[in-house]
């Protein structure tokens, strides 16, 4: 079937995971072995075209600046498969993401890229899509990006199938002031991707332990959000963040994330939190910290984190809204 050119953009916030997804029971659906919990980011977005042309002769993906190839580009395309699987067209697509941030900060662009490109898609196919199956369809791209689309803070709920795993809004972004400060030590790209991470995640001896312990945390992190209870959320956020590094540095091969340059971070968060400045680091699959503080200390903070050596770039974010649409530019 053909039809004609059809275009749409949309805007989707990176997200930072105060519990994380490390793990998947089903790898093809994404389907993570445990619920995670996360805040949108209000200055690490993804602006995604998509555009259908019978004209094309191929799929073309460009990222940034470049056409790019490869596995990058095979990732896009399937995605752009599922889309057209849904919307019953064979219909070639280009597609143009730029992130407002650069790689290898440590924000992950994975995240917003496929909630910006799945909305962007289905509305230039046609499709109108609930949030629930938003969130679905992006999870299948990434599984972090179904956490990209509800606004604010969301709960990716792990489910047993496609359509029982998605995210849902846990409270809107005016719910709390809080700041996620990204603390850029590294902007080297990452030697391994997430996916061989969740692969070999398994294979740690303290895997099976974490998965055991986690609805307890869980369960205090989402009641330490709803009741913008900054320490409980902070202790929490330490321990999994501490966590997620430990079953990497214990898989089986082990991987290694962190830098002394992550410990200095960690060490200078530790002793101004003792010094009376209320913040909390959480890590990513990467060297680079994120700080998160209420807005009073935010720019004392930032002043003194762009003090240390080893920082390269301080970006401060506030919880952010949903994945949407917007024109053309
Ligand atoms: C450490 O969502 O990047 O950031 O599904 O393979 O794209 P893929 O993985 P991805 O994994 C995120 C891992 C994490 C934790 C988190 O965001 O929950």
């Given at each position: 079937m053909t039809m004609p050119v059809r275009r749409a953009t949309a805007i989707s916030c990176s997200n930072i995971a105060f519990i994380k997804y490390w793990g998947n029971r089903d790898p093809e659906l994404r389907l993570p072995w445990n619920d995670s919990i996360s805040m949108n980011l209000s200055n690490a977005t993804t602006l995604a075209t998509v555009t259908f042309d019978d004209a094309l002769g191929d799929d073309v993906v460009v990222i940034g600046d470049e056409e790019v190839g490869g596995a990058a580009r095979r990732r896009v395309v399937a995605h752009l498969d599922r889309v057209r699987a849904m919307a019953d067209i064979t219909t070639p697509a280009r597609v143009v993401s730029r992130n407002s941030f650069p790689m290898g900060?440590?924000?992950?662009s994975s995240a917003s890229a496929f909630a910006a490109l799945s909305l962007a898609a289905t509305a230039a196919a046609g499709l109108t899509l609930s949030e629930r199956e938003l969130s679905c369809l992006a999870r299948l791209g990434?599984?972090?990006?179904?956490?990209?689309?509800?606004?604010g803070f969301a709960w990716w709920?792990?489910?047993?199938?496609h359509e029982t795993s998605y995210a849902v809004q846990l409270?809107?972004?005016?719910?709390w002031d809080l700041r996620d400060l990204?603390?850029?030590v590294s902007t080297q790209h990452k030697a391994v991707t997430s996916a061989e991470g969740h692969s070999l995640a398994p294979t740690s001896p303290f895997f099976h332990q974490r998965l055991a312990d986690l609805p307890t945390r869980l369960a205090m992190v989402r009641r330490a959000v709803l009741e913008r209870d900054l320490e409980t959320l902070g202790q929490a956020l330490e321990s999994e963040a501490i966590e997620l590094h430990l079953i990497a540095l214990t898989s089986r091969p082990p991987l290694h994330y962190l830098t002394p340059a992550t410990l200095q971070v960690i060490h200078a968060v530790q002793t101004w939190r003792a010094e009376g400045l209320p913040a909390y680091f959480t890590l990513d699959a990467g060297p680079n910290v994120h700080l998160i503080c209420e807005t009073p200390y935010a720019d004392e903070l930032r002043t003194r984190l762009s003090s240390?050596?080893?920082?390269?770039e301080v970006i401060a974010n506030a919880p952010g809204p949903g994945v949407r649409l917007v024109d053309t530019p």
């Open positions: 900060t440590g924000i992950a990434s599984g972090s990006a179904c956490r990209s689309v509800p606004a709920q792990a489910g047993t199938s409270a809107p972004p005016d719910h990204v603390v850029v240390l050596p080893s920082v390269k």
